[in-house]
């Protein structure tokens, strides 16, 4: 089946040191995928997608397509990054049918 | 309404009775999903609307669950005969299906505790 995973379960870091939350999907082609977080006490939320090449509070991700990846990386951690994060499936791919199966996220913990 | 409101945001229940759990999806946004999510773990699909159809009911965990959906609007899962392993909170989603970089909202969930 077609989906996202993300192989760390938890992630720990200290404070300015670099991070990388590894996503891989089995799409074929160049999906859209997205990025979502979840904040203490907060809404989950979405962080970044890939057709908008953007970076949100410092934070990128690229498709790379030959290793099948969309890991989402920062170079300077910061505390406040502390949260829950997931990677999300194409919303409206051929054959997905709506069924938008998450990755089963990743908890980041920002040390100070 | 400004996001997707679920109600109520906490519901305590003893096993083996029935409980429903509300989303108000943001107007005009006609796809809405439903999650559970146990304590610790990640995102558990359950269920997709597309207006008030749902495609499949496959991520359902059991068929003491059922969800509907009324006026392309409000949306109700029901879980029935509650058992202790159904506390977790449940999350409702919505979106406009128009685009492929469309994206989810979330409400800020219904916390389930069965006793």
């Known amino acids: 089946a077609q989906r996202v995973t993300q192989p760390e379960k938890l992630l720990s870091v200290f404070k300015g040191a670099p991070v990388e939350l590894k996503c891989n999907y089995s799409?074929?082609?160049?999906?859209?995928l997205f990025w979502y977080v979840q904040y203490s006490r907060q809404r989950l939320q979405l962080l970044l997608r890939?057709?908008s090449r953007e970076s949100i509070k410092g934070f990128t991700a690229d498709l790379n397509k030959g290793e099948t990846s969309f890991h989402l990386k920062k170079p300077f951690a910061q505390e406040e990054d502390s949260a829950m994060y997931y990677c999300?499936?194409?919303?409206?791919?051929?054959?997905?049918?709506?069924?938008?199966?998450f990755g089963k996220g990743t908890k980041l913990s920002v040390k100070p | 309404g400004a996001g997707v409101s679920q109600s109520p945001s906490n519901k305590v229940t003893e096993k083996g009775k029935d409980v429903e759990l509300r989303c108000d999806p943001i107007?005009?946004?006609?796809?809405l999903y439903w999650y559970r999510q146990r304590l610790g773990q990640g995102l558990e699909f359950l269920i997709y609307?597309?207006?008030?159809?749902?495609?499949?009911k496959s991520g359902l965990p059991s068929d003491r669950f059922s969800a509907e959906r009324t006026g392309e609007s409000v949306s109700t899962l029901t879980i029935q005969r509650t058992q202790q392993e159904d506390s977790a909170v449940y999350l409702c989603?919505?979106?406009?299906?128009?685009?492929?970089?469309?994206?989810?909202?979330f409400g800020s969930g219904t916390q389930l505790s069965v006793l």
């Open positions: 989603a919505s979106s406009w299906r128009g685009s492929r970089e469309e994206k989810l909202f």
């Open positions: 799409y074929s082609g160049s999906p859209e």
């Open positions: 890939h057709i």
């Open positions: 999300a499936p194409p919303m409206n791919y051929g054959g997905s049918q709506g069924n938008l199966i």
């Open positions: 107007s005009g946004h006609t796809a």
């Open positions: 609307f597309q207006g008030n159809s749902a495609p499949d």
